[in-house]
Antibody, heavy 123, light 110 residues
């Protein structure tokens, strides 16, 4: 059973860089037909897809965040990471990591999720 | 890219059926059969209930079903139970390797 766990600072100052890591257990992030995503949810609001990284290391990003986002991976520790720069209060949210299993052309559902971590942007 | 449109809330009595709609455009919901639905309890991570418009993952009760017509996808929950009360989000592939969510619907079991 694959498990995902987010970690990182819970408080980030405005204009700085938000950095989070997702540690995966029960499966390798560098093998198989999988994508590994980041999604966020401001308090009381809906979900927003941020982007994802494939087992090969290729990435896809939400166009509205693309200029500020980098998703990377550390295969030796079976982790993938999110960096979001120039943050503002609008980036305050619960951040989730999640997995997609690709079967044929079907490669867009999120079947396993981490529990989420709250990141607050404030001075 | 605008969020997919869902009703803010729906309600039903135990045993009844409810349907949650998710309206997009021909560039997302209407253009691809990659619509998924997620159930989220307060303070918890979302859980996948439907993918590829109408496929249920193993372990999801067959009371949950999905469909699509044109630019609108739907999630129907039949035989409503108290623990179905949650927020529900639709999600669709939106082309150019991007994903878009709906605004979410709060389901109340009366």
């Amino acid at each position: 059973q694959v498990q995902l766990q987010e970690s990182g600072p819970g408080l980030v100052k405005p204009s700085q860089t938000l950095s989070l890591t997702c540690t995966v257990s029960g499966g390798s992030i560098s093998s198989g037909n999988y994508y590994w995503s980041w999604i966020r949810q401001p308090a009381g609001k809906g979900l927003e897809w941020i982007g994802r990284i494939y087992t090969s290391g290729s990435t896809n990003y939400n166009p509205s965040l693309k200029s500020r986002v980098t998703i990377s991976r550390d295969t030796s520790n079976n982790q993938f990471s999110l960096k979001l720069n120039s943050v503002t209060a609008a980036d305050t949210a619960v951040y989730y990591c999640a997995r997609t299993y690709c079967s044929g052309a079907s490669c867009w559902d999120l079947d396993y999720w981490g529990q989420g971590t709250l990141v607050t942007v404030s001075s | 890219q605008s969020a997919l449109t869902q009703p803010r809330s729906v309600s039903g009595s135990p045993g009844q059926s409810v349907t949650i709609s998710c309206t997009g455009t021909s560039s997302d919901v209407g253009g691809y059969d990659f619509v998924s639905w997620y159930q989220q309890y307060p303070g918890k991570a979302p859980k996948i209930m439907i993918y590829d418009v109408s496929t249920r993952p193993s372990g999801v009760p067959d009371r949950f079903s999905g469909s699509k017509s044109g630019n609108t996808a739907s999630l129907t929950i039949s035989g409503l139970q108290a623990d179905d009360e949650a927020d529900y989000y639709c999600c669709s592939y939106a082309g150019s390797h991007t994903l878009i969510f709906g605004g979410g619907t709060k389901l109340t079991v009366l």
